[in-house]
């Protein structure tokens, strides 16, 4: 991973901070959170389908939540040891 793509990786971390740090970013989380199968299962007996469909929005919303608590300097210095 080059210098320029952890750069554009901490911008975009940055844009997700400012979107979910505020009282109404935070409660459209939350309000995901519960809609998206963050707090349950997103598997449906005998429905593989729909099982399938929520999980891909589980998924989603786990994605956020990453970028979110992104360690920017622990991916640096990963990338620096593995660059040694």
Known sequence: MTDEQINKIAEL??????CFSTDAGKKVLEDLESRCFVKSTAYIPGDIYTSVFNEGTRANVLYMKTMISLDIEQIKNLQAEANQ
């Open 13 to 18: 971390k940055r844009a997700y901070v400012e």
